[in-house]
């Protein structure tokens, strides 16, 4: 995979990719980095890639020029245009299955913007325009790179295990089971019986229990879409009384409720 990086920082950038899995995957060849600097695309004396906003207000707004040309320029390079995103707090919010579906592209640039917000003619290269949450930062550089870092670790052969990525929280949609390594006990903390009794199937079952229980303790909101057999359903509804509602509950304040306000919206 080849990932771009159009930024006003590319020196942010180094100390990120050049440790641990990423810096490793690089060296793999599993994932080839490079960052390209906007500025390089202005063509003025002082190097100007911001601008007052029309209309007047507090501010200043990353101009269109240097992002189309630096857009253009990518292109003309590699003969076609690659999966582009654009990181911005008005995006669609992060989650690991878009993760997922960015590793499976070829190629990636990310357009890292800065200052109070965009010309708004930017938004027009982005495939996908993405958030990495409800708040805002200085520049989408940081947002970049926890998007890079979730990608790149699961492109086949970066992580150490091979089924490494797919044990983790969000893939099956719950969060992780607990885990434990040695010691055994520890200031009096004892590691569960079952994952010292060597027997696979109790230990894998133990664990998608606790899977179960700590998603539905943490993030019920995860339960809606996660696929859970009848067994499980009813495990959750006998630990957590009112967690699924009735089928007539408004959509929205059950589980129950929730996803069949989802499968309204569906249609
Ligand atoms: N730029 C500034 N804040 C951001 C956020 N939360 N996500 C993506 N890009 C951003």
Same mark, same amino acid.
Request: proline residues 6%.
């Given at each position: &995979?080849?990932?771009?990086?159009?930024?006003?920082?590319?020196?942010?950038?180094?100390?990120?990719?050049?440790?641990?899995?990423?810096?490793?995957?690089?060296?793999?060849?599993?994932?080839? /980095?490079? %960052?390209?600097?906007?500025?390089?695309?202005?063509?003025?004396?002082?190097?100007?890639?911001?601008?007052? *906003? #029309?209309? $007047?207000?507090?501010?200043?707004?990353?101009?269109?020029?240097?992002?189309?040309?630096?857009?253009?320029?990518?292109? $003309?390079?590699?003969? =076609?245009? *690659?999966? %582009?995103?654009?990181?911005?707090? +008005?995006?669609?919010?992060?989650?690991?299955?878009?993760? %997922?579906? !960015?590793?499976?592209?070829?190629?990636?640039?990310?357009?890292?913007?800065?200052?109070?917000?965009?010309?708004?003619?930017?938004?027009?290269?982005?495939? =996908?325009?993405?958030?990495?949450?409800?708040?805002? !930062?200085?520049?989408?550089?940081?947002?970049? &790179?926890?998007?890079?870092?979730?990608?790149?670790?699961?492109? *086949?052969?970066?992580?150490?295990?091979?089924?490494?990525?797919?044990?983790?929280?969000?893939?099956?949609?719950?969060?992780?089971? *607990?885990?434990?390594?040695?010691?055994?006990? #520890?200031?009096?903390?004892?590691?569960?019986?079952? /994952?010292?009794?060597?027997?696979?199937? +109790?230990?894998?079952?133990?664990?998608?229990?606790?899977?179960?229980? @700590?998603?539905?303790? @943490?993030?019920?909101?995860?339960?809606? +879409?996660?696929?859970?057999? =009848?067994?499980? @359903?009813?495990? /959750?509804?006998?630990?957590?009384? $009112?967690?699924?509602?009735?089928?007539?509950?408004?959509?929205?304040? %059950?589980? =129950?409720?929730?996803?069949?306000?989802?499968?309204?919206?569906?249609?």
């Amino acid at each position: &995979m080849k990932i771009t990086i159009l930024t006003l920082f590319p020196e942010m950038f180094t100390g990120p990719f050049s440790c641990s899995i990423i810096k490793r995957a690089a060296e793999k060849g599993l994932v080839e /980095l490079e %960052t390209v600097n906007l500025r390089d695309f202005t063509k003025d004396r002082h190097r100007t890639v911001d601008d007052t *906003p #029309y209309g $007047g207000g507090p501010g200043m707004v990353l101009k269109p020029e240097p992002v189309f040309e630096a857009v253009e320029t990518i292109i $003309g390079k590699k003969g =076609r245009k *690659p999966y %582009t995103v654009l990181t911005t707090p +008005q995006g669609e919010v992060f989650r690991q299955q878009i993760a %997922t579906e !960015l590793a499976g592209k070829e190629e990636l640039l990310f357009i890292c913007g800065h200052y109070e917000g965009y010309d708004e003619r930017i938004r027009t290269l982005a495939d =996908r325009e993405l958030s990495i949450g409800d708040y805002v !930062l200085t520049g989408g550089e940081l947002p970049a &790179m926890v998007m890079i870092d979730a990608v790149v670790r699961l492109l *086949p052969g970066a992580l150490g295990a091979p089924e490494a990525a797919s044990n983790d929280s969000f893939s099956a949609g719950l969060l992780d089971y *607990p885990q434990y390594t040695k010691p055994a006990v #520890y200031k009096g903390l004892v590691v569960p019986d079952v /994952l010292l009794s060597g027997h696979h199937q +109790q230990i894998a079952a133990w664990r998608r229990r606790e899977a179960l229980l @700590r998603t539905a303790e @943490r993030r019920r909101d995860l339960l809606v +879409q996660a696929d859970l057999s =009848r067994e499980e @359903r009813a495990f /959750l509804a006998e630990k957590f009384p $009112g967690l699924y509602g009735s089928e007539d509950a408004p959509a929205g304040r %059950t589980l =129950r409720g929730r996803a069949r306000g989802k499968r309204e919206e569906k249609g």
